[in-house]
């Protein structure tokens, strides 16, 4: 998994660093509440790891705004002992799990195991998506632009729901790869890119700007902002 590591610790957060990528996931780590924000709306992670207390922004405002946002990546929260009553605000703005400090490697990569499983990018049950002047009907899986329908292959739409379902939210190429075609596929193949670019050609904004937009080295979103 691509784990984001929002501990201010230094001590704290180089262990961890090392126990996940021991384990063979991909880490990026910041010691400051307001980047942790920013990579945890704009980048494309599987799980965050969020400690309480950091400077600039504390953890239960970084988990608030992510969820108001209809951001849905897992998250774990570090916390010490006597934080347990803020743990349970936390849980209720959307948070998955918690774990106090100090705790055991083992228990925290099972608690990950765990929390990745139940967490592996559910679609909203909502019978249609509507995203500007783009709509899908998710019974009929027919979309309009504009009021007009478009013709769309049945892997179009399967990418098309899964970006509409989540806008804002940063997919990679991997992530898109994983979901749409299955994990069996080739990682370095260009079918998503092939099929990014079907569903510009046929989804065109008002202004000229892309439906879908491309944030170069990481993936795709539909931006709403």
């Not at 780590?29 to 980048?43: C, F, S």
């Not at 703005?93 to 099972?110: C, N, R, S, V, W």
């Amino acid at each position: 998994m691509r784990i984001l590591v929002v501990e201010d610790n230094d001590r704290i957060a180089d262990f961890l660093v090392r126990a996940l990528k021991s384990e063979g996931h991909t880490c990026v780590r910041t010691d400051d509440g307001r980047d942790g924000l920013e990579l945890g709306k704009h980048a494309d992670f599987d799980m965050i790891l969020l400690d309480l207390m950091l400077p600039g922004l504390s953890g239960l405002d970084i988990c608030q705004e992510l969820r108001m946002r209809g951001m849905l990546t897992p998250i774990i929260m570090l916390t010490a002992m006597d934080d347990i009553e803020d743990v349970v605000t936390g849980l209720k703005m959307g948070a998955d799990d918690y774990i106090t400090k100090p705790f055991i490697i083992d228990e925290l990569l099972a608690r990950i195991e765990a929390v990745g499983r139940r967490g592996a990018v559910p679609a909203p049950d909502d019978a249609s998506l509507s995203v500007g002047e783009v709509v899908m009907d998710r019974k009929s899986m027919q979309v309009t632009v504009a009021g007009e329908r478009i013709v769309l292959t049945a892997k179009e739409l399967a990418v098309l729901e899964l970006l509409m379902a989540h806008p804002n939210q940063l997919f990679s190429r991997e992530r898109i790869l994983s979901n749409v075609w299955g994990m069996d596929m080739d990682p370095l193949t260009n079918v998503v890119d092939v099929y990014v670019g079907k569903l510009r050609r046929k989804i065109r904004q008002g202004d000229g700007s892309p439906f879908i937009e491309t944030v170069r080295g990481m993936g795709y979103r539909i931006n709403t902002d």
